[in-house]
């Protein structure tokens, strides 16, 4: 079993809709939990992080995470084609000092 | 505010040639540095960390090497490229500590020929 899954998508959502990103994690001792977007050749960029249960909100932007079922997710309110990118989800335990990525969602916001 | 900056941005290399990347990260002090490498519609396979001058971790065993000769200087060596090094490299820091957030610099896109 993989540290961290993500359905590798494509994900096609039209503008303006919710786009809602979904991440398993493996590592249940796993306490800190990172959304990072990646355009097409780019290097990976922070959009949220996580630690608690429930729900967190940045603009657009909100992340959800559930420990007991060992789930996060990020959902993005009234996309816009600007989205369109490959989405990470990583997690680090206070074990150690190494952050797991998944393989990454694929997302296309279509006009 | 701090920033990473790493080099070269694009290389082509030939099979067994040496290499050579560097990142540099300012504006904080003894920071944990990552090597990552990213192929091709693959996902980020963590490389390398260092917590300190002359303190590295390899999670990968391979022909790659990392040191940190100075506090905010992590470089990526390896002295015979194969094929399958080819990819995109990225340098990250994060604050000193357990379990803070990772920042990426540029990345630098490896082609082995």
């Known amino acids: 079993q993989k540290e961290v899954e993500q359905n590798s998508g494509p994900l096609s959502v039209p503008e303006g809709a919710i786009a809602s990103l979904n991440c398993t994690y493996s590592d249940r001792v796993s306490q800190s939990f990172f959304w990072y977007r990646q355009y097409s050749g780019k290097s990976p960029e922070l959009i949220m992080s996580?630690?608690?249960?429930g729900d967190k909100e940045d603009g657009r932007f909100t992340a959800q995470l559930n420990k007991a079922s060992q789930y996060v997710s990020l959902l993005i309110r009234d996309s816009q084609p600007s989205d369109s990118a490959t989405y990470l989800c990583a997690v680090i335990n206070f074990g150690n000092e190494k952050l797991t990525f998944g393989t990454g969602t694929r997302l296309t916001i279509i006009p | 505010s701090q920033t990473i900056h790493q080099w070269p941005a694009t290389l082509v290399q030939p099979v067994g040639s040496p290499l050579s990347l560097e990142c540099t990260v300012e504006?904080?002090?003894?920071?944990?540095l990552y090597w990552y490498r990213q192929a091709a519609g693959r996902g980020l396979q963590l490389l390398f960390y260092s917590v300190g001058i002359g303190q590295i971790s390899s999670e990968v065993p391979q022909n790659l090497s990392a040191s940190r000769p100075q506090d905010r200087q992590f470089i990526l060596s390896s002295k015979k490229l194969l094929l399958s090094d080819s990819g995109f490299y990225l340098c990250?820091?994060?604050?000193?500590?357990?379990?803070?957030?990772?920042?990426f610099g540029e990345g630098s896109w490896l082609t082995v020929v």
């Open positions: 504006g904080t002090s003894n920071p944990n």
């Open positions: 996580i630690y608690s249960n």
């Open positions: 990250a820091w994060a604050p000193p500590g357990r379990g803070y957030t990772i920042y």
